[in-house]
């Protein structure tokens, strides 16, 4: 198994023909980064997600789609009425559109937190079904994200339960900020992160609080608790991900310092969201290739 580092272009607009992003696409490469993550509601013209695609490809950069069965951006009030089946006719759509930029994965910020757990499961089985419908099987992973289906751990694990080939995104920030606590100091929570952990095959690696879902300084003492919880599971995750596929062909965990813009990051901070993210990204990609060369050392395999 390998460990890839995306780069979020998250708060950072395109320009005109994309003309901000030319130059900084080369420059995360430098950086290290194997790939970036791409809101595709920002790339509004089909021909610039063409050209998109091939600024990545000049670049050496792979390419992760962000979607959203509703509500993109969360642009203006919360739309009424959107029941399952006009969430996945939106999911067919952009999973087509998206389609276009050959991405290593997509990303899905999925369904709706105002559903019945049925209604989510209704809606995650026909996604798994319009994925292999459109050749997509394996390539999206669902979000645990505030606002949608999976923003909870509780309803989560009632999904996974009755829909066990779903993907997930293990966004664990926004379930720490929604239930106030550390999630893997009570016995229940702990059942709750193992239920959740064998489904996670992209990481979206952003340390919060229990009242913020993003740390200004994740090195700071003062975030000294939830950064060890962060690292612990994201490592378990690993692990995971590394027994699972043991033995099989070389597969790859992708993970994202996904650090926003404010109000996410403090509007008065000394050091920008994207600094943080690029310091973050060096840092956790040591940590978590110094635990996958354990597992290989303790196991012999991975």
Known sequence: MRLQRFRSLWGIEPGPNLEDWKPLLPKLKAHGYAGVEVNMEVILQDSDLRLFKSLCEESGLQISALIFS??????????????????????????????????????????????TVDQSIEFFKGTLETDDELGMTGKVCHETHRNRSLFNPYTTASVLEAVPNLRITGDFSHWVLVCERILDLGEEDKELMERAIPHVYHIHARIGSIQSSQCSDPTNPSFTTEREFFERTWKRVISARAA???????????????????????????????????????????????????????????
């Open 70 to 115: 509703s509500w993109p951006r969360y642009t203006g009030p919360r739309p009424t009425g959107l029941i399952p089946t006009l969430h996945l006719k939106r999911y067919r759509e952009q999973l087509i559109r998206a389609a276009v930029l050959n991405p290593i994965m997509i990303n899905a910020q999925s369904g709706a937190d105002y559903w």
């Open 244 to 302: 699972a596929d043991s033995g099989k062909e070389e597969t790859v965990l992708t993970f994202v310092p996904e650090y926003g813009p404010f109000p996410y990051h403090p509007i008065e901070s000394k050091v920008s969201f994207e600094a943080v993210a690029d310091s973050e990204g060096q840092r956790l990609e040591g940590v978590f290739q110094a635990h996958l060369d354990t597992l290989r050392t303790t196991d012999g395999a991975f």
